[in-house]
C-alpha cells in the first residue's frame, strides 16, 4: 500500500473518529429506543427482528441518507442548518413526550391496541431509524472538514455510517439477549451461577428504565443543541450567544463542568421547545377530535 493511500486512509479514520464523537447523544438515543419494538416477541425472534431492523438502518444511511446530503452540500448546502434545526425540533418533542408520558400524560398513538405483526412492527422501528439515522450522519457531515475532498468525505461517511449501526444494532442484540443469558444460569447445577443469573434477571426491568431515562436525556439534549446551534447559522443567534455567555461564565471550574453546564442547558431548551410542540399537538389533536364529533 503505498504512503499516499495510507495517509487518506488515516485523514479518513481521522475524521470519522472526530465527527463520531459529537453524534453520541443521538447514537445513545438510537441504541435506547431501538430494544422497546423487541419486547414483547418470542425470544427466537428476537435477533432476527434485530438483525433484519439493522439491515433497514443501512439501507437508510446509505441508500437514502448519504446520498441526499451529499448533493445538498454540494447544491444547497444553505438547506442542511434548517434540515438540523426541523430534525432537533422533532428530537425534542420525542424527548417532551416522554417526560410528559412520566407524569401520566399518555399519547394515543393512531392503531394503538391493535395487534401489530412483525413486519410493521420491523417498518416501524425503520421509519424510527430513518430520523435518528439522518441527524447521525448530518451531524457527523457537519462536524467534517469541508476541505477533505469527495471521496474521503464519502469514506468518512460510509465508515460513520458502518461502524454506529454495528455499535447500535451489536448493544441492542446484547441487551435484548442478557435475560435469557440470565435465564439459562439459573437453570446450572452451581447455586453461586443460579443466583448471579437471578440477579441478572431482576435487574433487567431497571436496567431498561435507565436506558429510556439515558436515551430520553441524551434526545432533549441532542435536539436542544442542534437547534441552538443551527438557528444561529439561520436567522437567530440569541440563544446560541446566550449559551456562549453561560459557558464562558463557568469555563473556570475546567471543561468537564463547562460541558456539563453546556448538555444542562441545551438539555433544558431542549424539554422547553419540546413541551410547546407538545402542546401545540396535543391541541391540534383535541380540536380534531371536537370537530369529528
Given at each position: ?18 465527527a ?7 447514537v445513545?438515543d438510537d441504541a ?5 419494538y ?12 434485530v ?19 451529499l448533493?445538498?452540500t ?12 426541523v430534525?432537533?425540533?422533532?428530537l ?23 395487534p401489530?405483526t412483525?413486519?410493521?412492527l ?16 448530518l451531524i ?8 477533505l475532498?469527495?471521496?474521503p ?41 443460579r443466583?448471579?443469573g437471578a ?7 431497571t ?10 436525556v ?23 450567544e446566550?449559551?456562549h455567555?453561560v ?37 391540534v389533536?383535541r380540536?380534531r377530535g371536537?370537530?369529528?364529533?
Amino acid at each position: 500500500m503505498s504512503v499516499g493511500l495510507l495517509a487518506v486512509v488515516d485523514d479518513i479514520l481521522s475524521a470519522a473518529l472526530k465527527a463520531s464523537a459529537k453524534t453520541a447523544g443521538v447514537v445513545i438515543d438510537d441504541a435506547a429506543v431501538t430494544p422497546q419494538y423487541v419486547q414483547g416477541l418470542q425470544p427466537a425472534r428476537e435477533l432476527p427482528v434485530v438483525g433484519r431492523i439493522a439491515l433497514g438502518s443501512l439501507f437508510n444511511k446509505f441508500v437514502i441518507i448519504i446520498p441526499v446530503a451529499l448533493l445538498l452540500t454540494a447544491f444547497a448546502p444553505w438547506v442542511l442548518p434548517w434540515l438540523l434545526v426541523v430534525g432537533g425540533t422533532y428530537l425534542c418533542f420525542e424527548g417532551a413526550e416522554k417526560v410528559t408520558e412520566w407524569f401520566g400524560v399518555h399519547h394515543e398513538a393512531a392503531g394503538e391496541g391493535q395487534p401489530t405483526t412483525e413486519p410493521k412492527l420491523v417498518f416501524g422501528a425503520i421509519r424510527t431509524d430513518l430520523i435518528l439515522s439522518t441527524e447521525i450522519m448530518l451531524i457527523a457531515l457537519s462536524s467534517l472538514d469541508p476541505d477533505l475532498g469527495f471521496w474521503p468525505t464519502v469514506g468518512a461517511l460510509a465508515l460513520i455510517g458502518a461502524g454506529m449501526t454495528a455499535l447500535v444494532y451489536g448493544a441492542v442484540a446484547l441487551l435484548v439477549k442478557v435475560d435469557d443469558i440470565g435465564l439459562q444460569m439459573m437453570k446450572q447445577p452451581s447455586r453461586r451461577t443460579r443466583r448471579t443469573g437471578a440477579r441478572i434477571v431482576g435487574a433487567m426491568p431497571t436496567v431498561f428504565r435507565v436506558i429510556s431515562i439515558v436515551g430520553t436525556v441524551a434526545m432533549l439534549w441532542v435536539g436542544g443543541h442542534l437547534v441552538i446551534a443551527n438557528l444561529a447559522e439561520t436567522f437567530w443567534a440569541g440563544p446560541y450567544e446566550l449559551l456562549h455567555v453561560v459557558e464562558h461564565a463557568v469555563e473556570a471550574a475546567g471543561p468537564v463542568v463547562t460541558w456539563i453546564v453546556d448538555t444542562a442547558v441545551s438539555a433544558v431548551a431542549g424539554l422547553l421547545l419540546g413541551m410547546v410542540v407538545v402542546g401545540v399537538v396535543l391541541g391540534v389533536g383535541r380540536l380534531r377530535g371536537g370537530a369529528a364529533h
